[in-house]
């Protein structure tokens, strides 16, 4: 632990604050967190927390979820604008057009998406909840906001059900190729390839695994096989070589950094509990329109 890591956790325990963390964070983050999850993880934690102060390493539309299912909690961000492109590519008004064209659909929104969009829809997912919130629903026509490439491969695994898809994706993920993939299993023919559900479908589709950060996580840890292509964000593989340093792990490419995520420094984590900067600030009714969906979410078995 360095020194800031120490004075990090003195005001963490003098504040009662818990600390949440995404593993796309640095590792130097995700040690001094009590929590360290992929988004679902992080939504449920938060729901379940115990503490006045929550500090949210990670990008906005976490923190926000965070704030929507703990209306009652202090919910901070560290940096103000770490937020997530993909949550960006898609507003309220474009969700109500789709709601009129098919007004039969259940709309499923990613986590990934402001609290606005969240509002006008019928039931968030997350990469991990996905396959199961939508097979919870009685429609049979899907509008799946906003990442096509999750609502291709959700669509794969419930084919029974009809869907229409918006045309989001996430940068990071979706700017990596079949070539990237080729070229990774050439490199280590041994190697599984585990790879998370917002890249390209002819990328998943030489996937040995698909799933969440965290299920990435533990397919690995669970595998027998020493050696793994990690087909997400660089942080999963950093986390998976600091708790299985025995075992080999290779970025698909090195293009796999999400900027937002890597925004959050100790120092500003350090800066959040002592400043109480930067709050989550939502009215009681941005609140309430979001919280339907976000709980439904939650409450799918
Ligand atoms: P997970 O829910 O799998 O952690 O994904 C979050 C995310 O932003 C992926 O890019
Ligand atoms: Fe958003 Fe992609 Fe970054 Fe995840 S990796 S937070 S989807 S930009």
């Given amino acids: 632990m360095n020194e800031t890591q120490k004075r990090i956790?003195?005001?963490k325990a003098e504040k009662g604050a818990l600390i949440l963390a995404h593993y796309y964070q640095t590792m130097d983050i995700q040690e001094i967190a009590d929590i360290v999850g992929d988004s679902f993880e992080l939504a449920k934690q938060a729901k379940a927390a115990g503490q006045q102060i929550i500090v949210l390493c990670g990008v906005k539309f976490m923190a926000e979820s965070a704030k929507i299912l703990?209306?009652?909690?202090?919910?901070?961000?560290?940096v103000?604008?770490?937020?997530?492109?993909?949550?960006?590519?898609?507003?309220p008004d474009d969700v109500l057009r789709l709601r009129k064209e098919h007004p039969d659909a259940a709309v499923v929104c990613y986590i990934n998406s402001s609290a606005a969009v969240k509002a006008v829809s019928d039931i968030c997912c997350t990469s991990s909840s996905a396959v199961r919130v939508v097979r919870s629903l009685p429609q049979k026509k899907i509008v799946f906001i906003p990442d096509k490439n999750l609502g291709a491969y959700v669509a794969s695994q419930v084919p029974e059900k009809e869907f229409v898809f918006y045309n989001g994706f996430c940068p990071v993920h979706n700017g990596v190729?079949?070539?990237d993939v080729l070229a990774a299993k050439e490199a280590h023919p041994g190697a599984k390839v585990l790879v998370h559900p917002e890249c390209r479908p002819e990328v998943l589709s030489h996937a040995d695994y698909i799933g969440s950060t965290k299920g990435i996580l533990e397919y690995a840890a669970a595998s027998g096989a020493d050696e793994f292509v990690i087909g997400t964000e660089k942080g999963v593989a950093e986390r998976l070589g600091s708790l299985a340093p025995d075992k080999r792990y290779y970025v698909m490419t090195d293009r796999f950094t999400c900027s937002d995520m890597k925004k959050t420094r100790l120092s500003d984590v350090l800066r959040c509990l002592e400043t109480g900067t930067y709050e989550i600030q939502m009215t009681p009714e941005e609140i309430s329109a979001a919280y339907q969906s976000l709980d439904r979410m939650i409450r799918v078995p």
Wanted: glycine content about 8%; hydrophobic content about 50%; charged content about 15%.
């Fill in 177 to 179: 190729t079949l070539r």
């Fill in 70 to 78: 703990n209306p009652g909690k202090t919910v901070l961000l560290p």
């Fill in 80 to 91: 103000l604008d770490a937020g997530c492109p993909m949550a960006d590519m898609i507003t």
């Fill in 9 to 11: 956790l003195a005001l």
